[in-house]
């Protein structure tokens, strides 16, 4: 139980395009996702929480136009970079909270590797 | 200050033995929960065991036990009989306060671990 799907795995694109990326609880529902992004042997930073039905809540200094999140359903997220440059390439990871846990388990999709060109 | 604290960027250990991964964390709150996560090198991430601060017991998952010491403020994970695939980073985490409210968490730099065949 727990498994979260994240599409693309990968992507590749120019400059001043944007890429979206779907975050799926498969197996639960859930009301928060949140969206990470880790640079090479570095720690994970949280970029926003995503609450289903509501607009995302951003962590400092990142741009909430530059990132747009929806949670448009209990099951999937989805975070989309506008007009991407190459500073914006990195490892962007998902989570999701079921629901039912009282512990704030997150559970982490396979992550997205964004490169751009 | 740093609320989580892994002070061993790089450890190894020799197959089946065991390896203590060190996790010392800062909060005031009184009721708070403790994550450790597993990430290979494909880059997901996997939750290991959870313990929450008014657990008596320490936590125990398989080949995975919390060595939770409150009034020392450390949460340490023990790996008892390691094996090659257990060769990955590994991250503490903390929810500070009451789980609910889409309570994010802090997370630590992380300990890189090799096993030895």
């Known amino acids: 139980g727990a498994v979260v799907s994240q599409h693309p795995s990968w992507v590749i694109c120019k400059s001043g395009t944007s890429v979206k990326i779907e975050c799926r609880s498969l197996?639960?529902?859930?009301?928060?996702m949140f969206w990470y992004r880790q640079f090479p042997k570095q720690s994970l930073m949280l970029m926003a929480t995503?609450?289903?039905?509501?607009?995302?809540?951003?962590e400092q200094g990142v741009e909430k136009d530059k990132f747009l999140i929806n949670h448009a359903s209990l099951t999937l997220s989805t975070l989309t970079v506008t007009s991407a440059h190459p500073e914006d390439s990195s490892f962007y990871i998902c989570?999701?909270?079921?629901?039912?846990?009282?512990?704030?388990?997150?559970?982490f999709g396979p992550g997205t590797r964004l490169t751009v060109l | 200050a740093q609320k989580i604290t892994q002070t061993q960027p790089g450890m190894f250990v020799q197959e089946k033995e065991a390896v203590t991964l060190d996790c010392t964390y800062d909060?005031?709150?009184?009721?708070?929960?403790l994550f450790w996560y597993k990430q290979p090198s494909s880059g997901e991430m996997i939750f290991l065991i959870y313990?929450?601060?008014?657990d008596e017991q320490n936590a125990t998952e398989g080949r995975y036990s919390l060595n939770f010491q409150k009034a020392r403020k450390s949460a340490n994970l023990v790996i008892s009989a390691s094996q090659l695939g257990d060769s990955a980073m590994y991250f503490c985490?903390?929810?500070?306060?009451?789980?609910?409210?889409?309570?994010?968490?802090?997370w630590g730099l992380g300990t890189s671990l090799a096993v030895n065949p």
């Open positions: 989570s999701a909270r079921p629901q039912v846990l009282r512990t704030d388990t997150q559970y």
């Open positions: 197996d639960f529902q859930a009301t928060t």
């Open positions: 995503s609450n289903e039905g509501s607009k995302a809540t951003y």
């Open positions: 909060t005031s709150d009184q009721s708070y929960g």
């Open positions: 313990q929450g601060s008014y």
């Open positions: 985490a903390m929810r500070e306060g009451r789980a609910g409210n889409n309570r994010k968490l802090i």
